[in-house]
Nanobody, 120 residues
Framework: VQLQASGGGLVQPGGSLRLSCAAS????????MGWYRQAPGNRRELVAS???????FIVESVKGRFTISRDNAKNTVYLQMNSLKSEDAAVYYC???????????????WGQGTLVTVSS
């Protein structure tokens, strides 16, 4: 199973970016999916998560600016980031709890990270 994240880049304060993360491989079903971020010198922190049924959780610091969504048919989770601030700059990682086809075991997977830079 692989998670391929994309969509990061350089954006000015107040700008927007949309991150995508596509899961592929021997997947029976995806459970919760989420986005985390890690800024230099900081621990990795949860930004948002979404259940397979579409129930979303957004951390308070980005609520009202970020939206998480998913397309179950495409095994993809998205993070729409609006009104970006300098403090949002970080490497963003996607995460998924995967039920594998082989034996229906449950495992946690991470994407490779995509860099978001917010600067004028």
């Amino acid at each position: 199973v692989q998670l391929q994240a994309s969509g990061g880049g350089l954006v000015q304060p107040g700008g927007s970016l949309r991150l995508s993360c596509a899961a592929s491989g021997s997947i029976f079903r995806l459970n919760d999916m989420g986005w985390y971020r890690q800024a230099p010198g900081n621990r990795r922190e949860l930004v948002a998560s979404i259940t397979s049924g579409g129930s979303a959780f957004i951390v308070e610091s980005v609520k009202g600016r970020f939206t998480i969504s998913r397309d179950n048919a495409k095994n993809t989770v998205y993070l729409q980031m609006n009104s970006l601030k300098s403090e949002d700059a970080a490497v963003y990682y996607c995460n998924a709890e995967v039920i594998l086809k082989s034996g229906f075991s449950v495992r946690d997977y991470w994407g490779q990270g995509t860099l978001v830079t917010v600067s004028s």
